[in-house]
């Protein structure tokens, strides 16, 4: 009865999207107030519907419901009860289902902390972000109905994939879905924009929040699918360059573009018509990337689906949206004419070349992604885009990136003095560039990477530093605490992205890798360490057969830990995973992977030497605290927005 009425309630909730939709668009077309007021009640309606579908949904996983199909298919009666409600969203349906409930939070949300906008602006707003609602209702009920019955239920479930049975997996996919989906805001409130005909000041203070927003979650998903990978798959790598992967790093490169663009608008009134493109491929990258995801045109360990027919339907939301979007976008170019003037030399133009190497990155990225499906389709090849390309390709852009912003970042605007801004920030370049050459010096063989690595990172976390405290002039410490959190914020997350650099270059440029065969009670060394394979048993799991190695580390003659590296069976699935053994250091990891067992009785090992790599995900920590520190500032919420809005062109009527 519960699945039912959580059927129902979708049902009713696309229902209501479709009137969110036509309603107010005419009420602010007209200026009839009563309907653009529909807007907000519409708004929340659809939010509780979507809450209530979503939790019967989840009811039926945890009581194991194997009347409902998707159930019986991602779940098991022994299952721990983290994963059956994991499991809710470890699917397509049901994944689908999160996406458009976090749509109509992002849309209620508008609803109840919008009152300085503009009557005509909101109810535009809403009325876009419903009909993203609508798309993607339509989406769920005619293709991929998470609610479906089966005629015979079956005693027990399929259970989840066993990949996805890890806490890493369980909070991954939500924080990613709050930053795809959260773009869809900045999608709504530039379509608006244009409906409306006028983009300024106040439009680009209104929308960096929700930016931000969506960019703290997409970073955060982005870590903790980084760590996941890292932990759980046994391949000892913290990126490969996945299709899935890029698909959500895509979004993050524009969204980043997109939140320096608009403090250009803001400040400056310039790059209007350059802001409003960026707040439309953000979303647009969001919406390639669940093509990608669900289609199966691309091969990915981590696809959900394998459908055509619902890659078509995804393809035809994109082409809609963007198609239109992109028209309004010619269609208005006369409303969007900068104000601002600005010389060669100036903050303006530090963060023009900052969103240049940011959406090239973003460009090459998809390029590499895309191209397989390109090649095949125009050629009849069969072609594989790796880490080599990647890694080439984008990686220069990340240097030149590295190298700009400590001094973008102190430009001032409208006009500067480059060498004036380079004298304060040369006592952080001469620190980072020593640093580099002790890190030169004390290096076994002659690589690059790790030097240059740590040369970026150490001169955007010293240059952050610095504009950090130039801004607190001849008070000191005394203004330091009392700096705008929106400062804190920027030279917090520059540091991240600084730590994140001289954590991948270190990391690729000194880690040590060792494969053997080992004997039971044989010690091997990697990198000064000491290891020893001291048994090797079979455990029985919750729902799972494990092969767990017991393996002593030691340094020295001093005993550091005993890691336990397994290979697991699921029985239900038949499924394999691994289980690195880790410990963990400030500066390092010793990571282990045991494998299969040999003919002479003895075992695969896999040992690596880790440096820095646990750095790369308290850089992102990093990045995420700096944009909650931006977020929480008082003049970046959006009832902090509230003034008149200064007209930009000619108001649409």
Request: charged share 15%; glycine share 10%; hydrophobic share 55%.
């Amino acid at each position: 009865m519960i699945t039912e009425l959580g059927h129902f309630a979708l049902v009713l909730a696309f229902l209501v999207a479709c009137v969110q939709v036509v309603v107010p668009l005419i009420g602010a077309h007209k200026r009839w107030p009563g309907w653009m007021a529909v807007a907000e009640p519409a708004a929340n309606a659809q939010f509780l519907l979507v809450a209530f579908s979503f939790a019967a949904l989840t009811y039926a996983f945890v009581t194991s419901d194997f009347s409902l199909r998707l159930v019986v298919l991602n779940s098991h009666s022994l299952k721990p009860m983290l994963y059956k409600v994991s499991g809710v969203w470890g699917n397509h349906e049901g994944s689908m289902l999160l996406w458009v409930l976090i749509l109509s939070l992002f849309g209620a949300t508008a609803a109840w902390f919008g009152g300085a906008l503009p009557p005509t602006l909101k109810a535009r707003v809403l009325a876009v972000q419903s009909a993203i609602g609508v798309a993607f209702y339509g989406f769920i009920l005619f293709t991929s109905n998470p609610f479906l019955r089966m005629a015979v239920p079956p005693f027990d479930g399929e259970g989840l994939n066993p990949l996805l049975q890890d806490p890493g997996l369980a909070f991954h996919p939500p924080f990613l879905y709050l930053g795809y989906v959260g773009l869809s805001m900045a999608f709504s409130f530039a379509v608006a924009a244009l409906i409306e005909g006028r983009v300024d000041a106040a439009w680009a203070r209104w929308v960096r929040p929700w930016t931000l927003a969506a960019w703290i979650f997409l970073t955060i998903g982005i870590g903790l699918g980084s760590w996941w990978a890292y932990y759980e798959l046994g391949w000892g790598g913290f990126w490969f360059w996945d299709p899935v992967e890029n698909a959500s790093f895509m979004p993050w490169l524009i969204a980043a573009a997109l939140l320096h663009s608009a403090i250009v608008v803001e400040k400056r009134e310039s790059l209007k018509s350059w802001t409003i493109l960026l707040a439309i491929m953000a979303f647009g990258f969001s919406l390639i990337g669940t093509f990608i995801v669900r289609s199966g045109v691309i091969t990915s360990v981590h696809a959900f689906a394998n459908d055509p027919e619902r890659g078509v339907f995804i393809l035809a939301i994109l082409a809609v949206f963007m198609g239109g979007a992109l028209t309004l976008y010619a269609a208005r170019a006369g409303a969007m004419e900068a104000k601002g003037v600005f010389s060669v030399v100036s903050r303006e133009s530090g963060l023009v070349v900052n969103n240049i190497l940011l959406a090239v990155a973003a460009f090459v990225v998809f390029i590499g992604t895309i191209w397989p499906l390109v090649a095949e389709i125009a050629f009849g090849r069969k072609l594989s885009v790796g880490a080599p390309f990647f890694n080439m390709a984008f990686t220069p852009f990340m240097v030149a990136l590295g190298l700009i912003l400590p001094v973008g970042a102190m430009l001032p605007w409208k006009r500067a003095s480059l060498g004036r801004t380079f004298k304060k920030l040369l006592p952080a370049f001469v620190l980072a560039l020593a640093l580099a050459g002790l890190s030169w010096a004390v290096q076994s063989g002659r690589s690059l990477l790790g030097p240059v690595g740590l040369f970026l990172g150490s001169w955007l976390i010293f240059g952050a530093a610095v504009d950090l405290w130039t801004r607190t002039g001849k008070s000191g410490f005394k203004r330091l605490m009392r700096l705008p959190r929106a400062d804190w914020g920027k030279s917090v997350a520059h540091s991240g992205l600084g730590v994140v650099m001289l954590a991948i270059a270190g990391l690729m440029a000194w880690e040590q890798e060792d494969i053997r065969v080992v004997q039971t009670g044989e010690p091997f060394e990697i990198a000064g360490y000491t290891l020893v394979l001291d048994s090797v048993d079979r455990v029985q799991g919750p729902n799972y057969i494990s092969t767990m190695g017991t393996v002593s580390l030691s340094k020295d003659g001093k005993a550091i830990s005993t890691l336990h590296p397994e290979k697991r069976t699921y029985p239900v699935s038949g499924m394999p995973t691994t289980e690195a053994g880790i410990d963990n250091g400030i500066l390092r990891d010793i990571y282990v992977v045991i494998g299969d067992p040999q003919d002479d009785g003895g075992w695969a090992v896999r040992s690596y030497y880790k440096p820095l790599s646990n750095w790369i995900w308290g850089g992102a920590i990093l990045m995420a605290i700096g944009g909650v520190l931006s977020l929480s500032d008082r003049r970046y919420r959006v009832a902090a927005g509230a003034r008149k809005m200064t007209a930009a062109g000619v108001p649409a009527e």
